[in-house]
């Protein structure tokens, strides 16, 4: 099962001090607004997402639907078969897509040391 493209989404304190931080790194300003307290840098195929008070905790995160420079692919598993699958092995959701409808959604999961897992599906 192909998940999408991966970041890792980080809770931050200062977007503007995480932005300077990261770029020191290698990573440059992909997408987002740091006026609305989020943006996305990218180094090669790693991306980064800083949220400024929008998710609780760092989390891992799936984009089925994307490849890793955001551009829709042409054919990818659909987000609600993802989640059919991982409950098919026993994965417990802490939140769920909507398995009537079709096109956006998200659902979430947790590893087994609590950390966040989010799918989240913009096509």
Request: charged letters at 25%; one cysteine or more; a negative charge.
């Amino acid at each position: 099962m192909d998940l999408g493209a991966f970041s890792v989404s980080l809770n931050v304190k200062d977007v503007e001090a995480s932005k300077a931080f990261y770029e020191k790194l290698g990573f440059s300003v992909f997408g987002g607004d740091a006026s609305q307290g989020w943006l996305i840098l990218k180094n090669g195929p790693c991306i980064i997402g800083l949220f400024k008070g929008m998710i609780p905790k760092n989390t891992l995160t799936f984009n089925p639907g994307w490849d890793q420079d955001a551009k829709a692919l042409p054919a990818f598993t659909d987000i609600r078969e993802i989640q059919k699958a991982l409950k098919k092995k026993g994965v417990q959701l802490t939140s769920e897509a909507d398995e009537s409808t079709s096109g956006p959604a998200s659902f979430t999961v947790e590893d087994p040391d609590g950390n966040p897992v989010l799918f989240d599906q913009f096509v």
